[in-house]
């Protein structure tokens, strides 16, 4: 139904800046919320960033002031990470909350994620 295809990752070095970009897929009938989420090595999957579809914006306190998640007319979602640390490294993962239209039905998605590698 719908697809998520995430791009924009790649090695760093610390301080550096990297855009990650979500292009949805599919049979979609609304968008409720896009966000990503990072999964380090050994620790859990957490929330990085998200967007409603009014616009409101939701960081991680360990990213606030370096990354910023937008959203473009064609749904695409992007996450622009400045200052990256170390600690960044990470499999990012696309997130859609929202409505398939065959049939409208409420899903949750998955991108199949990306790696950031912040390091000199």
């Keep these: 139904q719908v697809q998520l295809v995430e791009s924009g990752g790649g090695l760093v070095q610390p301080g550096g800046s990297l855009r990650l970009s979500c292009a949805p897929s599919g ?3 609304s968008v409720n919320a896009m966000g990503w989420y990072r999964q380090a090595p050994g620790k859990e999957r957490e929330l990085v960033a998200s967007i409603t579809s009014g616009g409101s914006t ?8 370096r990354f910023t998640i937008s959203r473009d007319n064609a749904k695409y979602t992007y996450l622009q990470m400045n200052s990256l640390k170390p600690e960044d490294t990470a499999v990012y993962y696309c997130n859609f ?3 398939g239209s065959s049939p409208i039905k409420y899903l949750q998605v998955w991108g199949q994620g990306i790696l950031v590698t912040v390091s000199s």
Excluded at 58 to 65: C, F, L, M, Q
């Design 58 to 65: 939701n960081y991680a306190d360990s990213v606030k002031g």
């Design 27 to 29: 049979s979609i009938f």
């Design 97 to 99: 909350v929202g409505y």
